[in-house]
């Protein structure tokens, strides 16, 4: 019997460890360290933009130039992204109950948005008017592409749990996943908005 396990673990694939129950599985304090892990990662995240919103003040102040398109690339992302925010958890909490295909549904609902926002984005970042040498016109690239990213990080991870759980390695007793694509997807939602008001708003 322990001749054939040996000879089972030589012959395991690397993606036979990721469909393992104890791997799929967490405790409750791999799931607190998990949690904590994901808190400490959107804190650390979140200083790139407090920089981009303190570099906006220094280069260019309180200025929007008058011939912006506030809807491309400003309101319309915006909304695509906060919409998503309840969505996100409601998946979560279909999650809970035991509702797989209402997580997969609510998740799908974020990807479509997650396009929606990268496609708008992308439209700003390529029909801007303006010179992107200027003040104004530097910090705004950089935030729009800076924001370009993450969408499209948080688009694939919102992705990556809808994949997973048709492929049966997510369940109520396996939140972490879900919760974590929700929290990137809210973190991203909120620090675009801030970028939103700082270079269209205040």
């Not at 607190?32 to 102040?61: D, E, H």
């Not at 969505?87 to 799908?108: D, E, I, Y």
């Not at 993450?150 to 390695?169: D, K, N, Q």
């Amino acid at each position: 019997m322990a001749r054939s396990e040996v000879k089972q673990s030589l012959n395991a694939q690397p993606w036979d460890a990721i469909r393992h129950p104890a791997v799929a599985e967490l405790t409750r304090r791999e799931l607190r360290l998990g949690r904590f892990g994901v808190t400490l990662f959107v804190i650390s995240q979140a200083i790139p933009y407090f920089v981009l919103v303190n570099v906006r003040w220094m280069l260019a102040g309180s200025y929007v130039p008058p011939g912006i398109n506030h809807w491309i690339g400003g309101l319309l992302p915006t909304i695509f992204l906060v919409i998503g925010i309840p969505f996100a958890w409601f998946g979560v909490r279909a999650n809970l109950r035991g509702q797989k295909s209402g997580l997969q549904g609510w998740f799908t609902v974020n990807v479509v948005l997650g396009v929606a926002a990268v496609v708008t984005l992308l439209v700003a970042l390529s029909t801007y008017p303006l010179g992107t040498l200027s003040h104004y016109g530097s910090i705004y690239v950089t935030c729009l592409g800076v924001a370009v990213f993450y969408t499209i990080i948080s688009t694939i991870v919102m992705l990556g749990v809808i994949f997973r759980c048709a492929a049966g390695l997510i369940s109520a007793r396996t939140p972490f996943g879900p919760e974590s694509a929700a929290v990137t997807w809210t973190f991203n939602a909120i620090a675009w908005f801030a970028l939103y008001m700082a270079l269209y708003v205040i």
